[in-house]
């Protein structure tokens, strides 16, 4: 199973942008990058997910290094209720459905007032 | 609500008792998810189910078992629990349809499982 490597913990300014690193140099080509955040006491929520080129949604951004082996979530401007654990995973974009996929500790996002 | 419905919301149980919790998946999706998350721990995935088929295996102990019905909805079965089976289980769903990584995750609110 492919894995992705996160910092443990970053912390932010509020309204400030925030960069959030994710190493997977064992991605293979079929491999979708997948973003979740956890709030505390919550279920995961779907972020953002991408196969080669940049992505944009209301949420985030995602930035994929042209060699595939990091990519980068980008929150534009951080509020106090972007204070969350983020997940990076990959998941296999060939059909199938057979989906096996392991969260990582994630990177816990402190946000500063 | 994200259209993943999971009950109950809480659990309290005795040592050695059964238990079972339920996910409603998202309408239209065919694959069913189970995580298990403890305190402070990471989300562990327990096992996959695709259109009532067992899909994928984890870390999943043998005194659990789950199953997906015809109309698409899961049961995660807990026996024997033992104090360390506390934890959040969280169950998800995904279209997974030819291509599972092109879909996201839709997570419920987790059933929050206190073994006393």
């Known amino acids: 199973d492919a894995k992705t490597t996160q910092p443990n913990s970053m912390e932010s300014n509020e309204e400030e942008p925030v960069h959030l690193p994710c190493n997977h140099s064992t991605i293979s080509g079929t491999d979708y990058i997948h973003w979740y955040r956890q709030l505390p006491s919550q279920g995961p929520e779907y972020v953002i997910h991408g196969l080669t080129s940049n992505v944009n949604n209301r949420m985030a951004s995602l930035a994929i290094a042209e060699d595939r082996k990091s990519s980068t979530l980008i929150l534009h401007r951080a509020t106090l209720r972007d204070a969350a654990v983020y997940y990076c995973?990959?998941?296999?974009?060939?059909?199938?459905?057979?989906?096996?996929?392991?969260f990582g500790p994630g990177t816990s996002l402190s946000v500063i007032p | 609500d994200s259209g993943v419905t999971q009950t109950p919301k809480h659990l309290i149980t005795a040592t050695g008792q059964r238990v079972t919790l339920r996910c409603s998946p998202r309408?239209?999706?065919?694959?069913v998810y189970w995580y298990q998350q403890s305190l402070d721990q990471g989300l562990q995935f327990l096992i996959q189910y695709y259109n009532g088929e067992e899909r994928a295996k984890g870390n999943i102990l043998e005194r659990f078992s789950a199953q997906q019905f015809p109309d698409l909805h899961s049961e995660l079965n807990l026996s024997s629990l033992e104090l360390g089976d506390s934890a959040l289980y969280f169950c998800?769903?995904?279209?997974?349809?030819?291509?599972?990584?092109?879909?996201?995750?839709?997570f419920g609110s987790g059933t929050r499982l206190t073994v006393v």
């Open positions: 995973i990959l998941r296999d974009g060939v059909g199938t459905s057979y989906d096996k996929v392991i």
């Open positions: 309408s239209g999706d065919l694959s």
């Open positions: 998800a769903s995904s279209v997974a349809l030819g291509g599972s990584g092109r879909s996201g995750y839709t």
